[in-house]
C-alpha cells in the first residue's frame, strides 16, 4: 500500500501525457468529470531546447539523445535492449515521445486494417479505415496538420494547413519520382505552415529532430494539452506511476505513484486509462500484479507485452555534385508510396513506405564523413567538407512489421528504475518478411537516389537506433483469448481499465504511426462518451 497521503478520488485518471495521453485528455474534457492526468517526466521549456545553442546537433548524443539508456534524465527508466537488433527511442516528458519526434504524419491506409482478409497474414482489426476518419480530421485540425488534399495513395482528405516546401532536395526527388512513373506526394507533416490557433508558423531552420524552440512542430504539449488545461484537465507532472491497484470485484481502483520527492501515493480513480507507450504501458501492467491478477493486469490472454512491432527502418543516402537546400522542416518534405500494398511477386507481403528527409547539419555530416575514412585532416579538410555539406539526400525506408508473440515486452529480472520498479526488457527479431521487404527497399531507393542524379549512394538497415515507433502490446480483439482490449480500448478482463496507445495496433502498417495513435485514442475516447450511461456493464 501507499505511505503517502491518498489523493481524492477522481473520475478519470490517465496515465502518461504523451500523443495519445493528451488527445485522450483533450477528447474527455467535455464530459466536465474529473480529469487527472499523472506523467512521470516535465514540461519541457521550448527556451531550453538545444537548437537555440551552438552544439545543438551533438546534444542528440547526451541529454537529448533518443534513448533512455543515453539520455538518463530523471523521467527516465532503463529500458534493457541487448536482446534486440533495434534499440528502442522515446522521451518522458509533457507530450511524451512528440517532443523529439519528426512530426512525419502519413495516415495508415485502409488495407493496414484488414491485412488477414487480404493477404492472409496476421488479423484483421476490430475497427476499419472508415471508422477512424473522422478522428484522423479531427486530429488534423487540432494539432494543425500541412499537407496537399487528395493524395490518390490514400481516401481523399484535406489537410488544414498547405504543406511545406518541397526546396531543392523535394524537387530533385520529384523528377526522378515523375521519370521512374513512381508514386510521390508531399507529406502530411505535423507542422504548422501558417499562424494557427495563436501559434507561430514554421522558420523551416531546419532543427527540428530536437524539439521546435517556435513550438511549430505540433508536439502535444503546444498542441492538446494547453487547450486541455484550460477545460480543466489536472496534470500532475515529476510523479511515475508503479501500479495500477484493483478492488476484491476485480476493477482497477487508481495507481500507486511516486512523487517528485520519491514519496508513495495512492490516487483513487473511478476508471483508468494506460497510456505509456508501446513499452511503458505492458511495463505497468505487468508490473501490476495482485491475487486476481498473477501475471499482471488485463493479461488473461498472456498476451501483454507480446507482438512487439518496431518497423525495422533503412536509410538511403543520395551524394549529389550540386548543392541542395537543407534549410525546411527536418523530419519530411515528401514520400512515395510505390511499394507500399501487397505485390507478392516481390517476395514479401506486405509494404513500405519511402519518407524523403534533408541533409544532416555541418556538424554532423563532418562527423560521418570522418568515420567513413572521407573527410580528410589538413589542407583538403574544407575543400572536401564543402563538397559533402548540403549535397546529400536521406531516403528512410519504414517497413511494416507484421505482429508475433516471440517478439515481445517482458521485466527484466534484475533491472530496475530510480524508484526500484523493474524495468522493460526487449526480446526482438526481424522476420524473413522484414528482412526482404528491407532489401527491396534499399535498393529501389538507391535507385531513384541514381536516377535523380546521386553521384554516390549509401544504403544501411536496419538501423539500431530506431525504435521509435511502438506498436501492438496490449493488442486489439474481439476475442478475450487473443486479445487485451476490446474494439473500442476497454480491457476484456477489468472492465474500467482502457488503453489508448500505440499498444492496442494489432498490425502496424508501414508508416509512421502517430497520426493514426492519436485517431485511435480519439475515437475510444469518443466511444467511452457515448457509452458513459453504462460504461461498465
Ligand atoms: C526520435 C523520434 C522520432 C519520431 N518521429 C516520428 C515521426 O516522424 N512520425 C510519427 O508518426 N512518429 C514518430 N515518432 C513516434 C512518436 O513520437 C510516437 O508514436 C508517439 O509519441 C507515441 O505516443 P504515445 O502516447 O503512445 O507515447 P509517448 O508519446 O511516448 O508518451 C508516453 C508518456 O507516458 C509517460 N509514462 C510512461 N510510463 C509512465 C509511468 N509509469 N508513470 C507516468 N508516466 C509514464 C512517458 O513519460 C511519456 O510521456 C518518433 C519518435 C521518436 C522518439
Ligand atoms: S524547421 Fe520549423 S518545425 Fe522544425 S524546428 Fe524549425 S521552426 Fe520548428
Redesign the pocket.
Known sequence: MANGRTGDKVDMLI????????AVAWSLAETRMQILC????DWVNPANYPSTGRDWEMSNQREWA?SPNVRKRP?D?PINDEESPIAI??????????I???????RFHPSDFRVRSLDGVADDWPISYFDLEPFFALNDCNIGVAGLADDPALPAHTPPLPPVPLGTIGETMARAFNELGWHWWPSDT?IITREYEGREPCANIGSC?VGCPKGAKSS?DVSYWPVALRAGVKLKTR????EITVGPDGMATGAI?FDEQGVEHHQAAEMVIV????V??P??LLNSKSSQFPDGLANRSGLVGKNLMLHPWGNVQGIFEQPLDRFGPE??CMLSQQFYETDKARGFVRGYNMQITRGRGPVLTARAALWRGELPWGTDHHKVFERLYNHSIYLGICVEDLPEEINAVTLDPRLKDAHG?PAPKINYRLSENSRRMLAHGLEQGSHVMRVAGAIRTESVGPIRMAG???LGTARMGNDPQRSVVNSWGRSHDVKNLFV????VFVTSGG?????T??AV?LYIADQIKQRLANLFD
Not at 16 to 22: I, K, L, N, R, Y
Not at 511 to 515: D, S
Request: charged letters at 10%; glycine letters at 16%; one cysteine or more.
Open positions: 496515465i502518461g501525457a504523451g500523443a495519445s495521453g493528451a499523472i506523467e512521470q517526466g533518443i523521467a527508466y527511442a522515446n522521451f518522458n516528458a509533457v507530450g511524451g515521445s512528440t523529439l519526434y519528426s512530426s512525419h504524419f502519413p505535423a529532430n502535444a510523479c511515475r506511476v508503479r505513484y497510456a505509456c507507450n508501446g511503458g504501458t511495463r505497468l523530419g519530411s520498479i521509435w515507433h511502438l489508448v496507445d500505440g499498444s508508416v509512421n504511426p502517430t497520426t495513435i492519436q485514442a
